[in-house]
C-alpha cells in the first residue's frame, strides 16, 4: 500500500504515531544486527557488556511500551470527551424540546381559557339579546293596547273637539311658513329628481328594444305607454321574446348599479343632483324585480321570458319570492341613503327635522311620481294598447312601495347625523323642475301618435 494511501486511512495523527512506530522497528532491526555482528567479532567479550547490550534492549522495548499506553490513554480520553460532548448535546435537545413542550401546553391552556371566557361571553351577550327582546316585545304589546284603548275611547267620546285633536299636527304644520314652504321645495325638487331619473332609464330602454328589434326585421312604433310590434303572431320566435321582453329590465338593473355606484361617490356633496342618481338606482331596480314579480304573477311582459324558459309554477313562486325579498332589502339597504341625502338641505338630520325629510324627500315624491307615470301609463287608443297593459304598469310601479316600507320603519333607527357648518338655504331648484315638465309633456304628446321604425 502507498504511504499517500496510508495517510489518508490513518490521519495526520496516527500516520504520525505509525511512522514512529516504523522508526523504532527499524532502529530495533539494526540494532540487533549490530548486536549480531558485534557478537560475532567478540566471541569472548566479557558478560557485563553483554548484559549492558541486554540492558539497553530492555529499556528502549520499556520505551516503547509507555509510549504505546500514553497513545492508548489519550485515544480513551478523546472518546470519551466525544461521548460526554454528545451526551450534553443530548440532554440540551432534550431540555429545549420538554421547554417546547411546556409553552405549548401553557398557550393550549390560554386557548381554551380564551374560548371558554368567549362562550361565556356570547351566551351571556345572547341571554341579554333575549331578554331586550323580550322586554321590548312586551313594551310594543302594551304601547298597542294603550293606543287601542285610546283609540276606543276617541270613538266612543268622538266630537268637535276630536277633530281638533285628529288635525292638530296638519294645522300645526300649516302654520308654521318656513315649515311649510321647506316641506314643499324639498318635495317637489326630489319629484323633478324621481321623473327626471325614471325617463332617463326608460327612454333608454325603449330606444334599446327599437334598435334591438329591427334587428329582427320587425317593424315597431314607439307610443309614450309602450313598444308596438307591428308583426303577425306567427312572426314571433322563442328567441325574440326572450331579447326583446327582458332588453328593458336588464337595461334598469344595468342602469340601477351604474347610478349607485355613482351615488355612492358623491353622497357627500351638497347639491341635490346626486339624488337623480339614487332614484335612478331603485328605478332600474323596480323595473327588473318590480317586472320579474308581477310579470311571474300575471304572465306578462318579463313574464313571458320566464314561460319561455320553460319554468313550471314552483320555479315562478320562487322567482316572486325572490323578487319582493330583493325589494324589501333594497328599501332596507337605501334608508340611510336618504337619510344622508339630507345634507343638500340641512347642516344636520336629527329628530327635529327627521320626519319632514321622510315625508318630503321620499314618501311624497313617490306616491305622486308613481301616479303620474301610471297615469301615462294610459292608452289613447286601445288598438294599440289595452287596459289590461295600463294596470300591470301601473301595478309593476306600485311595487314601489315594497321599497319605501322599510324605509318607513327604518328611517327614525338610525342616530342624529351631522354633516358641516356650511350655510344652506332651501332652494327650488326650478331648471331640473322645469326640465321634467318639458320632458312629461314631449314625451306624453310627442308620442301621441307614435314614431314608426321599420
Known sequence: MKESTKKKLL????????RRMRFLSYKRKVLKQRAKIRRSEEKNALKPKRKKSDNSQISFGYRFYRIVRILRFLYKKQKQNR???KEKKREK???EKIELEEVRERMRLVREAEREANKKQKSKTKLEKKAFKKKKRSVRRYIFRRRLRKLGYEIRHFNKDSIKRIFKWLVAFAENKDKRNNF???STNSLAMFLLSYFTIYIISQLIIVWVAKSFDYRTILFYYKVYYSIDSGDWTADSVKILYSMAPLTGLLFGIV??????TFKNENGILKLFFLWG??????MFFGGLLLGTLMNKDFGWVIAYLYYRDTGKMIFSLLSIFALVAIGRGVSKSFLISGNSYFNFVDKSNRKLLLFSQVLIPAIIGSVILALLKIPNDLYFGTMDQALFEGLKLSTVILVLVPVIFTFASFEAIYFDEEPRKIRLAWKFFA?????VLLWRFGLANGIYFG
Not at 490521519?11 to 505509525?18: R, T
Not at 347610478?259 to 355612492?264: G, K, L, P, V
Not at 338606482?281 to 323596480?286: A, E, T, W
Request: glycine share 6%; no cysteine; hydrophobic share 60%.
Open 259 to 264: 347610478f349607485i355606484t355613482i351615488y355612492s
Open 11 to 18: 490521519g495526520k495523527k496516527f500516520y504520525a504515531v505509525y
Open 83 to 85: 461521548r460526554i460532548a
Open 184 to 186: 314643499f321645495i324639498i
Open 93 to 95: 435537545k432534550l431540555q
Open 281 to 286: 338606482f331603485i328605478h332600474g331596480m323596480i
Open 435 to 439: 326640465a321634467s315638465i318639458i320632458i
